[in-house]
């Protein structure tokens, strides 16, 4: 069973770093797509970040790019977000999914705060 | 960027209903999308994929249609465990983008 479970989140200012975790079981985790989807209080759901898998090619929405950073550990079986310079409109719960959303993980919450 | 344009914002139906969402792309997506249906405070399900494939263990009740720019999700005979929100997600181009999500009340 494919099972995704984030970790890390917490309560930060702005300006400040945090990594999130997305610990992966259930499948290749070497040659899989992992994406990190995001959900603003009281918001929609909005894409944060792709890596490919086996292409190994990584994609960042525009509100993140030069910020964020995935990052993967295949001993592991996990995939992280490095948050910097984090801002207020980055507080949010964080996704991952496997796939094309497949299946999500519970979600981590971000806080960014002063 | 593609841009996920999807409607009503909200609907009120009774249980019994029959409910259809519709989600319209900027450029063509061939059938690379995805409806999912969150409740509050959970992560999202994925209910339907490649447009028009209902993903295991979902009900027979939801279905999917379309390809290229118009996409609809129908739920056939609403049940009161289907009260929710559901977005559509296109993964054919990235910056993947989902639409704005269609909040689903009792009435």
């Known amino acids: 069973e494919v099972q995704l479970l984030e970790s890390g989140g917490g309560l930060v200012q702005p300006g400040e770093s945090l990594r999130l975790s997305c610990a992966a079981s259930?499948?290749?985790?070497?040659?899989?797509?992992i994406n990190w989807v995001r959900q603003a209080p009281g918001k929609g759901l909005d894409w944060v970040a792709g890596?490919?898998?086996?292409?190994?090619?990584?994609y960042y929405a525009d509100s993140v790019k030069g910020r964020f950073t995935i990052s993967r550990d295949i001993s592991k079986n996990t995939m992280y977000l490095q948050m910097n310079s984090l801002r207020v409109e980055d507080t949010a719960i964080y996704f991952c999914?496997?796939?094309?959303?497949?299946?999500w993980g519970q979600g981590t919450t971000v806080t960014v705060s002063s | 960027d593609i841009q996920m344009t999807q409607s009503p914002s909200s609907l009120s139906a009774s249980v019994g209903d029959r409910v259809t969402i519709t989600c319209r792309a900027s450029?063509?997506?061939?059938?690379?999308l995805g409806w999912y249906q969150q409740k509050s405070g959970k992560a999202p399900k994925r209910l339907i994929f490649?447009?028009?494939s209902l993903q295991s263990g979902v009900p027979s009740r939801f279905s999917g249609s379309g390809s290229g720019t118009e996409f609809s999700l129908t739920i056939s005979s609403l049940q009161p465990e289907d009260f929710a929100t559901y977005y559509c997600l296109q993964y054919s181009t990235y910056p993947w983008t989902f639409g704005q999500g269609t909040k689903v009340e009792i009435k």
């Open positions: 490649v447009a028009s």
């Open positions: 999914g496997h796939g094309w959303m497949a299946v």
């Open positions: 259930g499948f290749t985790f070497s040659t899989s797509m």
């Open positions: 450029q063509g997506i061939r059938n690379d």
């Open positions: 890596f490919t898998g086996g292409g190994d090619s990584l």
